[in-house]
């Protein structure tokens, strides 16, 4: 069996400095416990950071060179017919750049695959996929596809391994010229990041009990409510009574 | 000139809260006097920066709509439905709604619609798999019930991209959630539809993502098809819509993939959750003894336990249990602290909870200040009176 | 022939079949890499290395020292006389065989140490096995050939000399036997190891305690199988006596967890022979199982292997254990020896450890944090950066203790010192890199070589007279491990500033309110650098009742938080810093001053009945300000 992760010039979130996307590198620890042949493949000007992925487990990247600014799907498309793997996995955002997550599914479109989202788990038998998908929180679904098949990693997928710099000087880069794709400029302007406040629902009609609180107890500012020494039975109406505000906790059978 | 009398009993009248036995009344509705009151600490937290304990404050403007005070007609006056005939264009709407209930992000979701179809006498309309409640209140004109009989999302997404085809709308919007952004970049793909994903600000005319990690952010005129992150919008805060059931577009779907076998939802319990995953975390401290006892308590409550290096080092409770920055860093939007001190290793697990709720003996323990509700008391007397309490509501 | 003259013949067989052993053992380490060792120099230091360096380290245990001099000085002296029986003129001289009467007589007396130490009740440090029986061979050999002796000096005719003669042939044939793989090996490897040591400069008055670089481009990196080590690693292995101080010593071993260095050097010893002896000593606490294979060219950690992982990511790498050694044994290097092998070929680090390796690496601060908000504990207080001034007298070394609540404490103390007395400091704010301590500890060589020479490059741009620093690791780092990489500085602990700027009266301190107090040594300032008098003429300023804990200085027991321990989390029985705040409390001291972040870290995370935590920067900061008469202008 045969597996492709597709990696992204990735840089850390923090420092910005060359690194692969965690979700990517779960993607090789998730396909290396399925197979021994894992091949990492990058389309792009400058594979620094796809190159540090092979540190974290990779044998082999296949890297297609483009100008900066191509399109990378007709390349990745190609290269992936051209090695014909059972299953290509990616990451949930790339690395850097518009991180819009739409690669996977253009090229699962392209090629025709089925597309599992967000895998935690895979197993593999007679041909057939079994993935675990993550669901918001701590859900699990469960999708059998045929081989081939392209999945996206989720961060709670099994951590990957750490970086072995004596993996990445074994490691095997293939480089070859990629199909080139200029895109017309994206249409976006670009500016500087500045975050935005979070709007919260205020006393909105359309606003739940939940979205009340929400917004009441952020602009509680730090420190909240203290009880001293209240009975244990205050207490525990106290804390009920807030866990259903916050809505964690299901209303009392009987009552709105 | 003359000035309106005002009659105090009946503008307490209007704020009456419908449906409980004892009078009770809004207090935050805004006085029927007709005169805007301004209320600054609103303002000032509409302009609040999230993410950052200090205060900071947003103060470009560029945050779009503010929430402002609103008149809720609907809890005053008797409703009025507010009717769309003949819009001008389409802004269709696919909600998460899970169990057929709208989320929060898909609230705002339908208010950010309402937004850009009001810009422009235009209707929003809601493509729904499966029935939904509340959607008129959330501001839909339309709703629109797809074939939900399976939950493959390919499926739906085709089904997606005929109605696309069919109602031409200006925009189609869905959450940047799980199963939203799924089935959006679905769409996508399977349309060559331009996305813009993950909208942190929507107007008609401009919309804003974060890019390259936050270092940038990318704006312009929004496309077609754009999903929408969460607390980005308000939910729609005025008079309920007419979600109006029209018929679904004829087409034919594509067959279903034929490489998708079967998609199956798999059970998981509270307790055997991933700490790390999980929604709302109980977790119990050197301050507790009756271990039995805050399982139980877990159990009743359907939260995930957890707890302190302490506890997980005296053996008490499973390694996989403990939270702080040697165990699981919880992304849970509640944490409830049973008798732990909250030193900074232990904080440091729980940075990321919006809600903690603390049950200490001590006035002064860290974790004390950090809770939004502290209880001082003894939480192994605490701990049977919530299981007493839980017990009894469910027999009612 | 008489009994005398034939144990002269005895020993001199003995001594032939000795060398043949010393061959055999010799010839084991020839697997080992090739290293590069000064011979001639090493060899003449023999006596010199032995009877200072060594000595140094035994006569912190009298009995063992005098046990050691009586019977290995008389074994030494008697054989060789005995000899001596053998040169024509000698030959039956009632002189000669006095002397070696009186020599056996001291060595039996060193033989009867060994016994009494051993019987009636084994100390748990010690070894069993062949190690039991060294005493009964000791005094067999030495009693066998005093009886011989005295039968030559007497003339005492009749079967004691015979009788003499059959029980020391036995005695010193058993001892011979015990060369290759039993306790006599430290004799021999143990005088080697003193002339092809490792690490000289531990002779000549260095600490040398800083890492020792690895080789990048080698083809393998780290050590995967024994003969990876250099030969003189296996020699030092094979030097080990099983006296067990480092495993009194070693903070992993009381805390239960599954490391003891004593077996860890046993199994190294172990590692490159195909069938080492049965070791018969503490086992690692809480032992993992492993297959338990050895061999020159068989991997060494794993669980199919020799030794479990989590025995190696264990290790605070404290040096507690080094500096008990008495046989000089360096087995710090070799953890982080076989840790370079797992971290950088294998990728096998412990999960906790995983994140602050990337981090290291991707973002060059092991807490993944923006290199900027490390100033950010100062909240206010004047911290220039030097990219402004260009230069400074001191520039302060903030370390990653700065991102932490507790550590901004010290450091705003620190700073407020520094103002208060005047000096001309500056910080590199965001351009102060980690200084890779955790991944060098880590074994991840690669990465720290990376921010080593980044943050050599950065302090090459700037000029300063020297730098500060609150944290030892740090100080260890650019002090002792930079120079290797190119950068040579100037480094100053805090508390060595701080008792300086007391000396010179340029910070007035007030005696500080009653109250005694113990001083915990970071083991990065003390073992590793031997800076343990500043702190406590320091704290002895501030006019505390100051107490001792047993174990302090040099000698003093770690508090976890060292060689990556506290992110590796191994689970052990108990905190070793729980022993450490237990071991303060005895003293009765309220106080327990610290001088390193990682210590206040450790210790602050003792709950219960606990002594209250203080960096010696915030216990002068006090000092001072109860020194300015209130309304004053500071
Ligand atoms: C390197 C390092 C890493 C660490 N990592 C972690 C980590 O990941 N997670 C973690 O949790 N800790 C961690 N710690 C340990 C941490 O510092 C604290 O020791 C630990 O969190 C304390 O646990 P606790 O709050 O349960 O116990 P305590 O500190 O003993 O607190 C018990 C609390 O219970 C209260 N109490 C007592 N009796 C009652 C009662 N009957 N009812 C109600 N309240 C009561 C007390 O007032 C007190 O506040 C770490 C420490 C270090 C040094
Ligand atoms: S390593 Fe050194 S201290 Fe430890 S048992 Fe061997 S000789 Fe003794
Ligand atoms: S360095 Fe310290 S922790 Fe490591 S083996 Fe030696 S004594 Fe034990």
Redesign the interface.
Known sequence: MKALVLLSDGRHPVSGRPAPAGTELQAIALARGLTEEVAGLYAGPDAAAARTALGHGLARLEHRRLPEGDDPLPSLAAAIAAAAPDLVLAGRRAGAGAQTGLVPYQLAEALGWPLVPDVVALTVADGVLEAVQALPKGARRRWRVKLPALVTVHPAAPVAASFAIGMARSGHVEDAPGIDAPQDGTALEERPYRPRPRLIASAAAGASAAERLKAATQSAGPGGRVMVDPTPEEAARAILEHLRALGVLKPAPGRD | MSRTRRDPREEREARRLA?SGRPRW?L??PPTSGRLRRDP??EI???????T?R?R??R?G??????L??I?T??VAAPTIRIVDDPAYLVTVVPDAPGGRLA?LD??L??AARTLADAGGGAVLVLSFGQIDGLG???ADRIVALDAESGD??ARAAALAIALAALQPRHMLLPE???G??LA??L???TGEA?F??A??LTARLA?R???????????APPRLVTLA?????????APHEARAIAAPEGRADAP??????????P?AADA??L?????VISAG?GITDFELFRALARA????PGASR?VC?AGLMP?AAQVGA?GTVLEA??Y?ALGI?G???HLQGVARC??V?A?NTD?HAAM??R????????AQ??M???I???TA??E? | MNAASALSLVIVALAILLAVEAVRVARRWHVGRPASVDWWAGLAAIPKRYLVDVHHVVARDPYAARMHALAAGGLLAGSALAVLGLVPPLAGSRWLWALAAIAFLVALAGGGMVGRRRYPTRPARLSGGAFQRLPLLLVGYFGGALLVALDAVLDLTGPLGWLGLVVASLGGFGLVRLLADGPMRHAFAGALHLAAHPRPGRFEGERATALIPADLDAPRLGVAVPADFAWNRLLGFDACIQCGRCEVACPAFAAGQPLNPKRLIQDLAGSFKDAPPAYRGSDYPQARPVAGVSGPERPIVGAGALIHPDTIWSCTTCRACVEECPMMIEHVDAIVDLRRFQTMELAAVPAGAIAPLSESRYAEEPGGRALAARTDFAAGLPLPLIAEKGSCDVLLWLGSGAYELRHGRTLRALVELLRRAGIDYAVLGPEERDCGDLARRLGDEATFADLARANIATLGRYRFNRILTADPHALHVLRNEYPAFGGHYEVVHHSALLDELAADGRLALAAAPDGRLTYHDPCYLGRYNGETDAPRRLLDRLGLERVEMERHGKRSMCCGGGGGAPVSDIAGERRIPDIRMAQARATGAKTVAVACPQCAAMLEGVTGDVAEVRDLAELVLAAVEAAVPQGAPR
């Open positions: 449906g809004r935050d509705a600490r609103r937290d509409a302009l609040r920066v999230a993410g304990t205060l404050l947003d470009t560029r945050a779009g709509p503010l929430a005070p609103t809720d609907a809890a929060p609230r705002q339908l208010g209140a959330a501001g999302p390919s959630s799980a199963g952004g799924d970049r679905r996508a793909a399977k996305l994903a993950g942190e600000s804003t974060p890019a390259a990690n936050r270092r940038i952010e990318q704006r312009g969460p607390d980005a919008h308000l939910p729609h805060a005025g993939h034929t490489g998708i076998l079967s998609i199956e939802d798999l998981v959750l991933p790390a995953e999980a929604d709302f050197n409550l359907g939260a995930t302490m080092d390694r040697s939007s509640c409830f001190s030193a900074p290793q919006e809600h709720v049950v006035l004390v200040e809770a939004g509700l502290a209880i001082i008391a003894d007397q605490v049977p009176a919530l007493a309490l839980l509501e469910g009612e």
